[in-house]
T-cell receptor, first 112, second 115 residues
Framework: SQKIEQNSEALNIQEGKTATLTCNYT??????LQWYRQDPGRGPVFLLL?????KEKRKERLKVTFDTTLKQSLFHITASQPADSATYLC???????????FGTGTRLKVLA | EADIYQTPRYLVIGTGKKITLECSQT?????MYWYQQDPGMELHLIHY???????EKGDLSSESTVSRIRTEHFPLTLESARPSHTSQYLC??????????????FGPGTRLTVL
């Protein structure tokens, strides 16, 4: 069955450093991948979309890579700030549908 | 700020009661979704709709039902609530058209507790 894995353990980093979060998938060949941010008690908020033919996408301090050979996406936050502390979810589009499968998310904590 | 609303935000109810969770969006989006999320777990799709009078079950088996009579409204109903239904319910919407990769806008969620 299709499976998405994100680091289940929380990631703690120092303010100003680059945070790197991982999204691995198996039994799947998605054409699109999205990253969302979710704060406690709230719904996810869309951050970035990357297509299978794009190796990298940037938006301000955010960068996403998509390696279809490794079946992996990396999500980077440069110059991290305490306000970046949240859970980050990756989501893969199920081919031929409008449905997305979500990972469990990685909780990021940026220490001041 | 996404214009998608869910009510109630919190609901504590006894076993066997019928409940309806409301979801409305003012963006004119054709696609709407209901997800269930337990603490620290992934979102599971339980229902979705591509437009008025179109509803489909998602990947997670659910005893709930949905309706889509108006574009902006996508309520979810549990005929007889059970403790196993205790969870966070998230509603989302996205634009229509042929693009399958449109971002989803999420509501704030309804935290349901069934005693």
């Amino acid at each position: 069955s299709q499976k998405i894995e994100q680091n289940s353990e929380a990631l703690n980093i120092q303010e100003g450093k680059t945070a790197t979060l991982t999204c691995n998938y198996t039994n799947y060949s998605p054409a699109y991948l999205q990253w969302y941010r979710q704060d406690p008690g709230r719904g996810p908020v869309f951050l970035l979309l990357i297509r299978e033919n794009e190796k990298e996408k940037r938006k301000e301090r955010l960068k996403v890579t998509f390696d279809t050979t490794l079946k992996q996406s990396l999500f980077h936050i440069t110059a991290s700030q305490p306000a970046d502390s949240a859970t980050y979810l990756c989501a893969l589009l199920v081919s031929g549908t409008y449905k997305y499968i979500f990972g469990t998310g990685t909780r990021l904590k940026v220490l001041a | 700020e996404a214009d998608i609303y869910q009510t109630p935000r919190y609901l504590v109810i006894g076993t066997g009661k019928k409940i309806t969770l409301e979801c409305s969006q003012t963006m004119g989006h054709d696609k709407m979704y209901w997800y269930q999320q337990d603490p620290g777990m992934e979102l599971h799709l339980i229902h979705y709709s591509y437009g008025v009078n179109s509803t489909e079950k998602g990947d997670l088996s659910s005893e709930s039902t949905v309706s889509r009579i108006r574009t902006e409204h996508f309520p979810l109903t549990l005929e007889s609530a059970r403790p196993s239904h205790t969870s966070q319910y998230l509603c989302a919407s996205s634009e229509g058209g042929r693009r399958p990769y449109n971002e989803q806008f999420f509501g704030p969620g309804t935290r349901l507790t069934v005693l």
